[in-house]
């Protein structure tokens, strides 16, 4: 399963489901491997927020040439 994959599922079960979004907002990584059976690596930073009609995050990933040349970013630990 792809992380884009596996983001997806994620965001559907917290619409389905507010005791799996209440976890995820406390607790990203316990969340996903008690509901997908994936450990997310220590090494990791997950952080979980929530949109709101009047607020809204713009995530701004590594530039192609940064990730390319660092070998240690991980885009698939599913």
Excluded at 25 to 43: R, S, W
Excluded at 49 to 62: D, Q
Excluded at 68 to 74: E, L, Q, R, T, Y
């Amino acid at each position: 399963m792809s992380v884009e994959s596996l983001k997806v599922q994620i965001i559907k079960k917290a619409w389905e489901d507010p005791e799996f979004k209440k976890l995820l907002l406390a607790d990203p990584k316990g969340a996903i491997k008690q509901e997908f059976g994936i450990d997310v690596p220590a090494d990791v930073e997950l952080k979980v927020v929530e949109e709101t009609s009047s607020s809204y995050y713009l995530v701004i990933p590594p530039a192609p040439d940064a990730a390319s040349a660092d070998n240690s970013v991980k885009y698939t630990w599913t």
